[in-house]
């Protein structure tokens, strides 16, 4: 009678431990997720003749607006800002898609030879506590959709990051913005199964994804950065993809120590004395 009293209390101890790790873990961790917005406006400049001289005059309306959002997390910081790790799609250019271009051209310009497009891209990251900041693309990997943006005049605690190996079965969270679902404050909260590495790059996860979740972390019970969402299966939502762990932090320690060597470097410009 006394075993089955101990083994009772033991499993209710870990029971009761489990859940205030992972509660404790998603409490204190959201506040490290941003929420990603991108901002594409085109306008149609013309050539025109102005006192002998061709000049282009490009229109103060934008013809077309095109906006999409997706979820981010800080990795790590500095005294001027954030680095914040998404997913490439999420980062991407549209002016890198010459598929895109060309079929943007076609359809909007009446006038190819004498027209063009300006095209202003702006990406924008919000806090859990609401703060806005625009952010600049440092570093993208198209093969394993993965990007690292810099945004200046923010104060978040990055992610501790895992450098282990996953175990299969094993639950991890992520906190996404799916559907655009976030506000500041309240984000929606996941969890699922590590399932294994389904190649050289990529890991699988039954976490629950959908469009906005791309970029967003996928942590373990300690808190610690383990993944990142950047693709699903399509009609079955429940299946989710990241890089894997090892690939995901040589991606992030390799490009944030470029920036602060490539930073280094300039500010050495800056400062060395010029000569006469």
Not at 5 to 17: A, R
Not at 136 to 151: L, P
Not at 189 to 207: A, E, M, N, Q
Request: charge should be positive.
């Amino acid at each position: 009678m006394k075993t089955k009293k101990t083994l009772w209390l033991i499993l209710i101890l870990v029971l009761l431990q489990a859940s205030c790790t992972s509660e404790s873990v998603l409490r204190t961790h959201t506040r490290s997720f941003i929420k990603i917005s991108r901002m594409v406006e085109f306008s149609v400049c013309k050539k025109k003749k102005k006192k002998k001289e061709t000049v282009e005059e490009c229109g103060n309306i934008p013809m077309a607006t095109w906006g999409a959002q997706g979820s981010g997390s800080v990795v790590a910081a500095n005294a001027l800002g954030v680095f914040v790790l998404s997913a490439q799609h999420v980062c991407a250019d549209p002016r890198d898609d010459m598929t895109f271009m060309a079929a943007l051209t076609e359809q909007l310009l009446s006038d190819p030879a004498t027209e063009r497009f300006k095209i202003t891209v702006v990406h924008r990251a919000t806090t859990h506590e609401g703060e806005i900041a625009r952010m600049e693309v440092i570093a993208a990997d198209q093969e394993n959709d993965t990007c690292i943006a810099f945004a200046p005049n923010l104060k978040v605690k990055p992610l501790k990051r895992f450098y282990g190996t996953l175990n299969k079965g094993e639950t991890y969270y992520n906190i996404a913005a799916p559907h655009d679902v976030f506000q500041p404050g309240a984000i929606p909260l996941f969890s699922g199964h590590y399932s294994g590495d389904i190649d050289k790059d990529r890991s699988l996860f039954t976490i629950p994804a959908a469009g906005g979740s791309s970029g967003s972390p996928v942590l373990d019970s300690n808190g610690r950065l383990v993944g990142m969402i950047h693709s699903v299966v399509d009609g079955f939502h429940h299946v989710s993809f990241s890089p894997r762990t090892a690939v995901l932090n040589d991606f992030i320690d390799d490009n944030i120590k470029d920036y602060y060597d490539k930073w280094y470097k300039n500010m050495l410009e800056l400062t060395r004395p010029k000569s006469n």
